[in-house]
């Protein structure tokens, strides 16, 4: 079955230190690869996405993802992260199934920046 | 702003009813992909429409139906609604059918009680 699995339920940094927002997936094929913010009381907001090409993954917001093949991983990464980046992230695997294109999303992982 | 509009933002009713949910995709869209949100669950994918046309199926129950109409909006219809079905509700879209970026609603929030 395809699948995306985001470890940690939650992660707690502090402000101005490099976070990691881990994702592994198990699909088959050569799957799109997507990262989407939530913030309280919204919808998602696309982040960034990996078709082909370079493994790391520039987005918005300062955030950057690493794609890896044999891991199957796309984690989430930021150099320096603000108490504004506190919310919810999704992974997500876009992937064509039976004529048909899928978005299967990971159960999301909570961000918590603290001053 | 995402350009996507969903409404109602909220919705309260008993159990054994029926709502309709709607959803104006962006300007351009042609896709409108239709989320259940829970704390259970996730964000569960359950039924895509592309130009009026459904495209993609997924965990939509038999109780819930979805249309698209030839303006492009979108309508969830759940009906013989139990307790479970309290969640939030997202309407998303896209230009095409498939692998760009969705564009997501702020959501309707169903608690039926």
């Known amino acids: 079955a395809q699948s995306v699995a985001q470890p940690e339920d939650q992660v707690n940094v502090a402000e101005g230190n490099p976070l990691t927002v881990k994702c592994t997936y198990s699909v088959s094929g050569n799957p799109y690869l997507f990262w989407y913010v939530q913030y309280p009381n919204r919808g998602l907001q696309f982040l960034l996405k990996y078709i082909t090409g370079d493994n790391l993954v520039k987005g918005s917001y300062g955030f950057e993802a690493e794609f890896n093949k044999s891991q199957t991983s796309f984690h989430l990464k930021k150099p320096s992260a603000l108490v504004s980046d506190s919310a919810l992230y999704f992974c997500?695997?876009?992937?064509?199934?039976?004529?048909?294109?899928?978005?299967?999303f990971g159960s999301g992982t909570r961000l918590l920046v603290r001053p | 702003d995402s350009g996507v509009t969903q409404t109602p933002k909220h919705l309260i009713t008993a159990t054994g009813q029926r709502v309709t949910l709607r959803c104006s995709p962006r300007?351009?869209?042609?896709?409108v992909y239709w989320y259940q949100q829970s704390l259970d669950q996730g964000l569960q994918f359950l039924i895509q429409?592309?130009?009026?046309?459904?495209?993609a199926k997924g965990n939509i129950l038999e109780r819930f139906s979805a249309q698209q109409f030839p303006d492009l909006h979108s309508e969830l219809n759940l009906s013989s609604l139990e307790l479970g079905d309290s969640a939030l509700y997202f309407c998303?879209?896209?230009?095409?059918?498939?692998?760009?970026?969705?564009?997501f609603g702020s959501g309707t929030q169903l608690s039926v009680l």
């Open positions: 998303a879209s896209s230009v095409g059918a498939g692998s760009e970026k969705l564009f």
């Open positions: 429409y592309y130009n009026g046309e459904e495209r």
């Open positions: 300007s351009g869209d042609l896709s």
């Open positions: 997500a695997v876009g992937l064509w199934m039976d004529s048909s294109y899928k978005l299967i």
